[in-house]
């Protein structure tokens, strides 16, 4: 009977140690899908709408710019800019002056005109009160200026005679022989223009005569305590006091011309209608 011979142990590990993958095979093996997860079906169709809707978006920007930039550049061609201009109303100022000032003659754009700023520039000439401007596209504008109305004539510090208009303002020389009433602010105690300030009131009053007698009036004056009077061309004085209740004054003024005899330095007190009183020679 034969024995089988007994088994070296220590050879057969070594044949088992031998074949076990190194662990540095194990740590190189390609990862599997769990470890990456696709992403979610939303997600992915998000990504699919976003793609063609920047598309868009950016196509449309382009396209808005360009017409954009066209709009611009058409609208500061020169069929586009002011190549005609009309100035109505002026009697005082000079047209090429007010042409030269609004600087409408360097052809600005018509999208580009300021009115407001136009007005501004105008508003510099005295006797211009305000403008209006008007466009006539693609390349006309009108001017229509208004221009403030002289009702009485002062002289100023140096004794040189100026029109005056019902504000108060210098609207420059005017000829000795000007048929308007001359402005006396009896208590101006400085050489400045007082129409503007304290003796405001006999422009004003200058502006409200009647047609009645306007022209019989000579002078309108005030003194400090605001009262103010008119001497006629006769030379008759007549107190008006405060410029209020104008018109019951002025039918007072009218009555007494048309109705009596006045004596030359007659003073004939209206400062309340329905009671005058008469001072210096008898009225007859």
Known sequence: MSRRRPVNDASTRARATTTRPAPSARATSVPSKRDHPAPPAKARSRQRLLGPFAKVVVVGGILVTTVGLAGEWA???PFLSVQH???MGLRHENAPSVLAASEL?????????NTALIEQRLSSFVWIKSVTVTKHWPSSVVLTVRERTPVAVAFDAKHQLHYVDVTGHDLG???LGANLPTLVYASATNKSWPFLRAGRSTAFVASQLPRAFSSQVS???ENAAGVVSLRLTTPVNFVLGPPTDLRAKFVSIASVIAHSTLQAGDVVDVSVPGALAVT?????
Do not use: E, Y
Not at 105 to 113: G, I, W
Not at 280 to 284: I, M, W, Y
């Open 105 to 113: 003659a360097s052809h600005p754009a018509m999208f580009d005109l």
């Open 75 to 77: 609208l500061h061609q």
């Open 173 to 175: 020389v005017a000829p």
């Open 219 to 221: 002078v309108i004056s």
């Open 85 to 87: 201009v009309q100035v």
């Open 280 to 284: 210096g020679p008898a009225l007859k």
